[in-house]
């Protein structure tokens, strides 16, 4: 069983950019597809990005495409969300999830693991 644990989140202004990781342990990392949610006040959580076991494939929302990147180095068991020209609609309270699978998915029920989330704050 993995435990994922997120970090990098905060206040940033409008336009500013964010680096979120998601750090596993206790489960083979590379074994697993990864996604990125967040859940705004009073909204429920949604699909932001997703990457591949291998990091070879990787999907995003259309509200962040172009805007941020997904990430991960199997090697040091950890995943990144690069978020750049972040936006006020951006603030949310960001999670990580795991899927022990080969390609990723978008929907949050078929992810297993989740990691406790990780709050931003963009300030316009």
């Known amino acids: 069983q993995v435990q994922l644990v997120e970090s990098g989140g905060g206040l940033v202004q409008d336009g500013g950019s964010l680096r979120l990781s998601c750090t596993a342990s206790g489960g083979i990392f590379s074994r697993y597809a990864m996604g990125w949610f967040r859940q705004a006040p009073g909204k429920e959580r949604e699909f932001v990005a997703a990457?591949?076991?291998?990091?070879?494939?990787?999907d995003y929302t259309d509200s962040v495409k172009g805007r941020f990147t997904i990430s991960r180095d199997n090697a040091k068991n950890t995943m990144w969300l690069q978020m750049d020209s972040l936006k006020p609609e951006d603030t949310a309270d960001y999670y990580c999830?795991?899927?022990?699978?080969?390609?990723?998915?978008?929907?949050?029920?078929?992810?297993?693991?989740w990691g406790q989330g990780t709050q931003v704050t963009v300030s316009s």
């Open positions: 990457i591949s076991r291998s990091g070879s494939n990787t």
């Open positions: 999830a795991a899927k022990s699978t080969s390609y990723y998915y978008i929907l949050r029920y078929e992810y297993d693991y």
